[in-house]
Structure formats: C-alpha cells, structure tokens
C-alpha cells in the first residue's frame, strides 16, 4: 500500500514517517543516493508498506526550503535561541542564522532565555529595530512560555541554537508532554553538554510541529551556502530596506562615503551590532569567488 506521511526523525539509515494509517520506520530506496539527495525531518513522503509496520520511502515531495543544519525542510519558522547567561549572549551567531532563515524566506523569531538573571532590553530593542519578532523566557517565572505556544501554533518550527541555551528546557516547559532530555552547563568549558542527538519533529495538540535540534558553538557560513557577498544584504532586513535606495548598484555597505546603510547607521535607524555582523560576515566572505560559490540552497 501507498500512504503520504511527515518524516519525523531519521537515525542510522532509518526515516520514522507519521502517516493518517500510523507511524512506519522506513528504509529509502536506494535510488535517492545516487540522486545526490538524502530525506531529512520536516519532508513530506510517499511510503510503501506492506505488513503494516515498515516501508520503503519512494518518494520526496518537493521542498519549499532545506536546511544543511540542523537538517530539516519545510520549514515555517526558525526559532534562534540564545541565553542572558552561561552562555553568554553571541549576536554574530544570532545574526548570522538569521541571515540564513531570511536567505531561505522562513520568519526568523529570535528568543533569549534565563531572562531572570539578567536584562533582555537591550537586546530586545535590537532585534525590535530590525523588525525581528524577538520574546523573552524564563524557565524559573514562566515568562513569555504562552507567547511560545503561540507563535508555533499551526506552523512547522525548528528551535535551533548555542548548546546549552536551554532550547530543550524551553520546549518542556511548554509542552509538559515532550519530556525531552536536558543537559548541565560545563563551567570548565563555558558551554552547554549536548543533549539532543539528533532532529526530531513532534506534532502540537493544535496543530503544527516543532523541532528540537542539536546545538552547535560554531557556524562555517560556506556550509550554509552564506558566500554571495553581492547577496549578504539580503539577509539584514532593515539594512536591505535601505541598501534598495541606495546610490551605488554596485556598493558593499561597508565602507562607501554616500552609501545609504551607513546613512541610516549613523542616524541609528540601524543597530551597531547588527552592522557589525554584517561587517565581520562580509569580510569573511568577500574573498569568495564566484565560481567557487555553491548553488544549492542552505
């Protein structure tokens, strides 16, 4: 029998498909491999199955984005999650997802947790500026767990971040349901312990689905394909608002007298940090030609 189903997680060559007829643990068929394209969580399937309890992935739905990693599809919103503290607060990281959510057209939604050790303003304001939706959490008060439940009401969400920002503590908290593992911060190391091994999509009582992820301290901007440097702007909503005016077709917003990002800079309808980002990524990026960017999506 053939049924459509929502690729849960996968794990050691096994794809767990939830279908209207049941969950199947699925093998795929090998022509996938040899097709250059691997099935990941938040893929929409066609399985065959014959005893009821496994099948064979056949087919993979065309994707509206995809992600390299964490490795995920289809994916609505992109929950950024950073902490006040232990670890601190890394807005190059925060940025540079973010530019990759908005490269892939997925609603970024930045969130900080712990926000009872310390002052979410600042950063709030930030991200407020960029016309970023951005919330606050504490999983000691219960601070903004309700506006959680409704952003991801009805929508396919991945929460991704730094290890150890409370990501999985966070998603508890919301949906008590979940009892997803949680980890201590490492004092030594200044970092969180991996908990999450790996993507695992679980359906929401109204609707939708949310991903945990495994958190990462690093981002190589040539993995998620962030090499265009003619591009980059884009990624910056509200230095991309001001760059369409800008005079120069061919201006890097860097350092350009005239240029009208860093007009807007100077008059704060931008925010430092978030030029900074922008300034450190393009010179990370700017040596990149153009043959040697990648074309596929993040």
């Not at 068929?29 to 199955?49: H, L, Q």
């Not at 301290?217 to 394909?225: I, L, N, P, Q, W």
């Not at 440097?229 to 001001?242: C, D, I, P, Y």
């Not at 009208?260 to 800079?265: F, M, S």
Request: proline letters at 4%; one cysteine or more.
């Amino acid at each position: 029998m053939e049924f459509e189903g929502f690729v849960t997680t996968c794990l050691g060559g096994f794809y767990t498909v939830r279908t209207e007829h049941g969950v199947f643990i699925c093998r795929a068929r090998g022509r996938f491999r040899k097709e250059g394209i691997s099935p990941c969580a938040g893929d929409w399937v066609i399985i065959e199955t014959e005893n009821g309890k496994t099948g064979a992935l056949t087919k993979i739905k065309p994707r509206k984005n995809h992600f390299t990693r964490p490795p995920v599809a289809n994916v609505d919103r992109l929950f950024i999650v950073a902490s006040l503290l232990e670890p601190t607060v890394n807005t190059l990281l925060i940025d540079k997802a973010l530019a990759v959510a908005e490269l892939n057209g997925v609603q970024p939604v930045v969130v900080f947790t712990k926000t009872d050790l310390g002052d979410v303003e600042p950063l709030r304001k930030i991200y407020s500026l960029a016309g970023i939706p951005c919330c606050g959490v504490s999983s000691q008060t219960g601070m903004g767990i309700e506006k959680i439940r409704e952003l991801v009401r009805a929508q396919v969400s991945a929460f991704i971040g730094n290890s150890g920002v409370g990501k999985s503590t966070l998603l508890n908290m919301a949906f008590p349901g979940l009892d997803l593992q949680t980890g201590e911060i490492s004092h030594k190391l200044g970092r969180g312990r991996h908990t999450t091994r790996q993507v695992e999509f679980f359906p929401l009582p109204e609707g939708g689905w949310i991903a945990d992820t495994p958190g990462f301290s690093t981002f190589d901007m040539e993995r998620y394909c962030l090499t265009d440097k003619s591009r980059l702007v884009e990624g910056f909503r509200e230095m991309n608002a001001f760059a369409q005016k800008c005079q120069f077709t061919s201006c890097s917003h860097t350092c350009e007298k005239g240029c009208a990002v860093l007009q807007a800079l100077h008059e704060e309808k931008i925010a430092r940090s978030r030029f900074e980002s922008y300034l450190s990524m393009y010179q990370e990026i700017k040596g990149v030609k153009k043959w040697e960017q990648k074309s596929k999506h993040v």
